[in-house]
């Protein structure tokens, strides 16, 4: 298996894409640690990686946005695994509004949760992994084509591309890959709660609509010894969507 004995560290795991991408690498024979800010879902999540595979689950009860909390929750994963082969940027938001009712409140929320949350980690990682360690940030196809009332989102995840690449070269020296992936529409509570596909003003033809572990295969390859030639990539996980005129 791919990831046998090795430790993957993957945020916003309780839920969604992150769930998913747990789960596939604990069938790869991976240690996983499981970082979500909602405590309470964390147990549930754990007993199903248990459930596909033989490997350790550590669950952290993380906010991803706060710097010093992801520094103790590397320590912590240090600690007990002695190793970190992986980390999975997955943890993002999104806050729907139009430009005019947005607040710097606002801005600064979103950039600190998708944007700042994986540098913090990608930190980290450069101060704690080993050479053939992996980083994959999860963007979004809102990177590249967006929609209205989501600028803060789409502004985060596009500079989490610039930051990919930058991290990229700088990880080159450290033997750490790092690259990016930008799933297009998932099925996820994100998907669906989104205001604007709730109102029917975002159509969403069903072909279109990826699944979790889509998304979490693809994130699998990235972090695989298999991709050890790719770095500074954006890969595009959207079913093709963003091809069509």
Known sequence: MRFSDKTVL??????????ATAMRFAA??????????????????????RACGDGQTMEVECDVSAEQGV?????????????????????????????????????????????????FFIKQAFLHMKAGGAVVNVSSVHALETE??????AAAKAA?????????????PKGIRVNAIL???IDTPMLWTNPEVKSGAEHIDAADVGKPEDVAAAIAFLASDEA?????TSLLVDGGRLCAL
Request: charged share 15%; net charge negative; glycine share 10%.
């Open 10 to 19: 993957v945020t916003g795991a309780a839920s969604g894409i992150g769930l």
């Open 28 to 49: 790869e024979g991976a240690n996983l640690v499981l970082v979500d800010r909602d405590a309470a879902a964390l147990p549930a999540a754990a007993a199903k990686l």
């Open 71 to 119: 520094a103790h929750a590397v320590e912590a994963v240090m600690a007990r695994f002695g190793r970190l082969d992986v980390v999975v940027n997955n943890a993002g938001l999104m806050i729907f509004k139009p430009i005019q009712e947005l607040t710097g409140a606002d801005w600064m929320h979103v950039l600190h949760v998708d944007l700042l949350g994986a540098f």
């Open 148 to 153: 209205p009332n989501v600028a803060p989102y």
């Open 160 to 172: 989490l591309l610039s930051l990919t690449r930058s991290a990229a070269l700088e990880g080159i």
């Open 183 to 185: 799933p297009g529409a």
């Open 228 to 232: 050890a030639f790719i770095r500074g």
